[in-house]
């Protein structure tokens, strides 16, 4: 049983498209999370969302956009994709906020051409 | 500014050496700060907080507020100890994030 399952786990696609990466969990907690991490392997935080609600927006192109359906899932959906967008994407979840620990997915790697 | 330091990109040790995996910190507040760990082809997991006091497969990690560090240390280090290791600080800004470091990769030879 996978806590925490992201799809697909990998995405090559061109410039200029649009796609969705989603995310669910099934520890029964509230609060869900998006990492992205580039190619050095830096892990930033993009969102954060708590029960359905958006807690944390970085500093994220509005192209991107989280949906939260229920607490249980989160999808994260890129317009307009670029170059630049190329990294693998982490969704996470925690009980309660980021002091809980921390359970993350497989990640996806996002290849824009 | 909130920032985490890990200022080695990739340290290589052999079996049985000793390990200290280096991060600093950059805080106002009183800092929360974990190691994550990402073994090959794992998830990444949470390996240590410093609330806790606690220590995870032999490695310990000691808030020094004074040097604003938080270095991650082994006195005998395994092969399976191989793997990339993050620090992480929680921002209590926004409802809380955690802020991660660049990473160390971490290559314990035989």
């Known amino acids: 049983d996978t806590a925490v399952s992201q799809t697909p786990k990998y995405l090559v696609t061109q410039m200029g498209n649009d796609k969705s990466i989603k995310c669910e969990q099934n520890?029964?907690?509230?609060?869900m999370y998006w990492y992205k991490q580039d190619s050095k392997k830096f892990l930033k935080i993009m969102f954060s969302?708590?029960?359905?609600?958006?807690?944390i927006n970085e500093t994220v192109p509005n192209r991107f956009s989280p949906k939260s359906p229920d607490k249980a899932h989160l999808n994260l959906h890129i317009n307009s994709l670029e170059l630049g967008d190329s990294a693998v994407y982490f969704c996470?979840?925690?009980?309660?906020?980021?002091?809980?620990?921390?359970?993350f997915g497989s990640g996806t790697q996002l290849s824009v051409l | 500014a909130q920032r985490v330091t890990q200022p080695e990109k990739l340290l290589s040790v052999f079996k049985g050496a000793p390990v200290e995996l280096k991060c600093n910190y950059s805080?106002?507040?009183?800092?929360?700060l974990f190691w994550y760990v990402q073994y090959s082809r794992q998830r990444l997991q949470l390996l240590l907080r410093?609330?806790s006091r606690e220590s995870i497969k032999g490695f310990t990690a000691d808030l020094n507020k004074g040097e604003t560090s938080f270095h991650l240390k082994k006195p005998f280090a395994q092969e399976e100890d191989s793997a990339m290791y993050y620090c992480?600080?929680?921002?209590?800004?926004?409802?809380?994030?955690?802020?991660f470091g660049q990473g160390t990769e971490l290559s314990v030879k035989p």
């Open positions: 520890l029964g907690h509230d609060t």
């Open positions: 996470a979840s925690s009980r309660g906020g980021s002091l809980e620990k921390l359970f």
């Open positions: 410093h609330i």
């Open positions: 969302y708590n029960n359905k609600e958006l807690i």
């Open positions: 805080y106002s507040g009183s800092p929360e």
């Open positions: 992480a600080l929680l921002s209590y800004n926004q409802g809380g994030k955690l802020i």
